[in-house]
């Protein structure tokens, strides 16, 4: 899954950041927002012998961020674009898809304001998760710039609150610290309320935010790529603009978004930065592998090693080792045994590991001063004298250098 990741990335010019495991608390506070249930609930936090007040990360972007500011990326070029695969951390309850230590591969384009940086980050995020798992759908949506935010929340506020009562607790403590959060809730009533009584965001962003929601979504289509437009999809972090989708996989029951992401333009900015857009996307790994299943298995190559060195005497041993480094240094895969077992269980031990051939140093080639090569593949065999060794290898054998299936 990781080299696959590696090279998806690289294809479409990618390049890869690594952030540290915490951050200072205020940085998640500040990203993410003081009012989501990341930065409420969920964050592992602590100081440090100075007191300083640090959270192991629940999320890479403000990380990426920081870190872009900290190194003047923003100097070096107009755009960034950047991934990572992180391990991360969120203390939810845990459950089918949900774990309180997960991982992610994502990507963030940071410098572009335009309806086409957004097409290339989903359909990345989209050429990445279709190739782990299977049946996925993109849900789009728009929730316009803060400044057409803040009257469409006095109105979904004004609409919900003689239904308040009937709001899931969680959903009406929302009402006035979140509101657009209700939108996610997944009780049943207040999703029903929703359909009923509230006004739904896209209707209300500018004509500049519904224009670039209009060009996404039409390139997306144009792509062949299978989206629909959630119009109740908000996404649980504060620093979206513009921008929000999911990839959704079926069969995962309620934690079936594999991938979420959308454009954050004033992220740079809040963080200390100049004003500069930009967009991005993570993927639940764990969720993925869920998804795959049996298909991800079977793409897992069977292991494969190009030489597997047998011996039985220890007299043997030094010579073995440093005729295993030659041939290593020829660009051979090698694996020399290590458990002193019968010459007959090295062999089971080599056609385990999928040897395309073995060397062996038993009592007679010790004796002469050779080694004697059998390759799987063709049978052939031959006994030569220890410099021999890397011209009968390369007359027979073509180097792999890799154990496939590791
Ligand atoms: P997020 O929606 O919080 O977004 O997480 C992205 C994905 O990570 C989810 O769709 C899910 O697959 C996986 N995930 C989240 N929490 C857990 C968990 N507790 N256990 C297992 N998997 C989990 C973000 O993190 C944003 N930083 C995405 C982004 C990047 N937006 C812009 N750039």
Redesign the pocket.
């Known amino acids: 899954m990781e080299q696959t990741i590696h090279e998806r990335m690289a294809a479409f010019g990618y390049r890869e950041m690594r952030t540290p495991a915490f951050e200072s608390l205020d940085l998640f506070e500040r990203g993410i927002g003081p009012e989501t249930e990341?930065v409420n609930k969920e964050m592992y936090t602590f100081t440090d012998l100075s007191g300083k007040f640090l959270a192991l990360k629940p999320?890479?972007?403000a990380s990426v961020i920081r870190a872009y500011l900290e190194n003047n990326l923003n100097r070096e070029a107009p755009l960034a674009r950047i991934y990572y695969l992180d391990t991360l951390f969120?203390q939810?309850r845990p459950q089918k898809?949900?774990?309180?230590q997960?991982h992610?591969f994502?990507a963030?384009a940071i410098g572009s304001p335009h309806p086409e940086q957004d097409i290339e980050i989903i359909s990345l995020a989209y050429d990445l998760c279709n190739r782990f798992g299977p049946d996925l759908t993109i849900r789009l949506n728009t929730i316009g710039e803060p400044d057409s935010r803040k009257p469409f929340l006095t109105l979904l506020q004004k609409s919900l609150e003689p239904h308040a009562a009937a709001l899931a607790p969680l959903d009406r403590g929302r009402l006035q610290s979140n509101p657009l959060r209700i939108f996610d809730s997944k009780d049943q009533n207040t999703q029903d309320l929703l359909d009923r009584h509230a006004p739904l965001i896209h209707e209300h962003v500018s004509p500049a935010d519904s224009g670039h929601f209009a060009t996404v979504m039409a390139g997306l289509k144009a792509l062949g790529l299978p989206v629909t437009h959630d119009p109740k999809l908000v996404?649980?972090?504060d620093y979206y603009t513009r921008t929000t989708f999911?990839i959704i996989a079926t069969g995962l029951g309620s934690q079936d978004?594999?991938?979420?992401?959308?454009r954050?333009d004033h992220l740079v900015e809040e963080l200390g930065g100049p004003s500069i857009p930009a967009?991005?996307?993570?993927?639940?790994m764990?969720?993925l592998l869920m998804a795959a299943g049996d298909q991800l298995a079977a793409q897992v190559p069977v292991s494969q090693v190009d030489v597997y060195f047998i011996f039985n005497d220890q007299a043997a041993m030094q010579p073995v080792l440093e005729l295993a480094r030659e041939v290593r240094a020829a660009g051979y895969s090698v694996m020399v045994e290590t458990l002193r077992r019968s010459m007959k269980a090295q062999f089971r031990e080599a056609n385990r590991n999928g040897a395309r051939a073995v060397l062996i140093m038993g009592a007679d080639e010790l004796a002469a001063g050779s080694v004697t090569l059998k390759v799987m593949e063709t049978g052939h065999q031959d006994t030569v004298a220890l410099a021999g060794v890397g011209e009968l290898l390369a007359g027979h054998l073509r180097p792999t250098g890799q154990v496939a299936g590791h």
């Open positions: 990341i999320e890479s972007t969120r939810e898809g949900r774990f309180r997960f992610q994502g963030e996404r649980g972090l999911e978004a594999v991938c979420g992401g959308g954050y967009v991005g996307f993570a993927a639940g764990e969720r």
